[in-house]
């Protein structure tokens, strides 16, 4: 089940809001204070583009022709990322060993954040609760500008090699790489100033990074998640797929319309690592399915009924590892 009208017509929405905004910003330069509520607005968009049309692209639901799925998922290099590293990072890494301690690359911020009790704690992580927000910030930049470079060059995303990258797609690596610094940095400056786009560039990045971060951490590192470890002698996990799944993710504001419209179906993060191929415009239907089976077998379906009450479960969760040996 891949997209309908209603996805569609978001997409042309997001792209239209991102050209205009784009557009307003650098060539008409507006008043400082219009400029950085622009900027904090850009930074909603380009999180919501890749909420919605880069990840149902990259995961084959946005559409039933693969082309259009994969132009939906290229989104992703225009905005500074690659689809490739993606694909190997988030699809085949984080969807099949979700929380998995040394695996799942989504869980190793590590020195700087504790987020499984199988990690070392250190005495800087007694105040993880209050700093994270400021690490949080900065991922939009330092994952383009720094992490893409560096699974790229050491060919792996923390221990998992990646597949084999293809002429393809390497020279979508510095294309767009070299695309993006165009539409982010070089155009930008010439047509404002250096001071102008710094400031800019780095509200839209911390709202990005903001934005991004809290909606993948609240659907896996919250109070009652669980981060199991492989078999030592088996080297596998100790249950079936799917409850691993359900065991290891968590909903959130699952009927707040508005938050599900912002962040492509992702408060329906069970129902996501359940049916990855499925887009995320089906998944409120979906939920109701699944969360009945649940109560069924007697499985633990994790849900938030607030935003505000799922980032209250991911501090506490972060404080309990901070302080706990």
């Excluded at 009208?5 to 219009?34: C, D, E, N, Q, R």
């Excluded at 993948?216 to 797929?241: C, G, M, R, S, Y």
């Excluded at 408060?267 to 690592?273: P, R, Y």
């Excluded at 633990?300 to 969760?317: G, W």
Aim: glycine share 6%.
């Amino acid at each position: 089940m891949t997209g309908n009208f209603s996805l569609y017509l978001k997409a042309g929405i997001l792209a239209v809001s991102f050209i205009g905004l784009y557009i307003h910003l650098v060539f008409f330069t507006p008043p400082v204070f219009l400029a950085i509520a622009e900027c904090i607005l850009l930074g909603c968009v380009i999180s919501a583009i890749g909420f919605n049309i880069m990840h149902d692209g990259g995961h084959g639901s946005f559409s039933k022709n693969k082309w259009i799925n994969q132009a939906a998922a290229l989104s992703l290099n225009v905005l500074g990322g690659n689809s490739f590293l993606w694909h190997n990072k988030h699809n085949l890494i984080h969807h099949s060993y979700t929380n998995v301690d040394g695996v799942d690359d989504d869980i190793d911020i590590q020195p700087f954040m504790r987020m499984s009790g199988n990690q070392k704690r250190l005495k800087m992580h007694k105040y993880q609760h209050i700093y994270f927000w400021g690490l949080y910030a900065m991922l939009y930049i330092l994952w383009i500008f720094i992490l893409d470079y560096n699974k790229y060059f050491r060919k792996q995303v923390g221990e998992v090699p990646l597949k084999k990258m293809s002429f393809m797609d390497h020279f979508n690596f510095w294309f767009f790489k070299v695309i993006h610094a165009l539409i982010f940095i070089v155009i930008p400056i010439y047509m404002t100033s250096v001071l102008a786009w710094a400031i800019g560039f780095s509200v839209t990045a911390i709202v990005t990074g903001l934005l991004i971060s809290i909606v993948f951490q609240l659907a896996h590192t919250v109070e009652h998640t669980t981060f199991p470890l492989a078999n030592a002698d088996t080297n596998k996990i100790e249950n079936e797929w799917a409850i691993h799944q359900v065991n290891t993710t968590a909903n959130f504001a699952t009927h707040n319309r508005l938050v599900s419209w912002l962040v492509g179906g992702l408060n329906f993060q069970i129902e996501h690592h359940l049916f990855p191929k499925i887009s995320h415009v089906h998944y409120p239907a979906l939920s109701k399915i699944i969360k009945q089976a649940c109560a069924d077998h007697g499985i633990q379906y994790i849900e938030y009924p607030r935003v505000h009450l799922a980032i209250a479960s991911h501090v506490t969760f972060l404080k309990q590892l901070g302080q706990a040996s």
